[in-house]
């Protein structure tokens, strides 16, 4: 599958642009909010690399008590399907459970995102690439 993006927890937005700025990066998409998942998004892309960086906004954020332990970090890899529902299948037999329902991004002009969880893997997205409406 091929990856679209890192998701990257951090502790403060702006501060963490220019960190990432200072590395080569350019910001690909500025900072947008997310009030399903109650985070703040900017996409970034240094060689063709994108790096979602995601910043909790409040407590009811989904990421909220991940951010309070690691502050800055990698938590997921995101990937692209092209049947999504396919996909979900596929990963379930090999041991994926699903932690967030397919869903809207709105950071990705609406396109559907869902979250797996594996022991050996950790967190994964799966964006679906129907429309190819995003980079
Ligand atoms: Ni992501």
Known sequence: MKVHHIGYIVDNMENSIKEFEGLGFKILQKNQYDEIRDINICFIENGGIIIELVQPKTKESV????????????????????????????????????????????AINNSKVVFLMHLDMGIIELLEKNKGVYV
């Open 63 to 106: 990421i909220y008590k991940m951010a309070g332990k690691y502050k800055n970090m990698p938590y997921h890899i995101c990937y692209e399907t092209d049947d999504m529902d396919r996909d979900i299948e596929r990963l379930k037999q090999r041991g994926y459970m699903v932690i967030q329902k397919p869903e809207r991004a709105p």
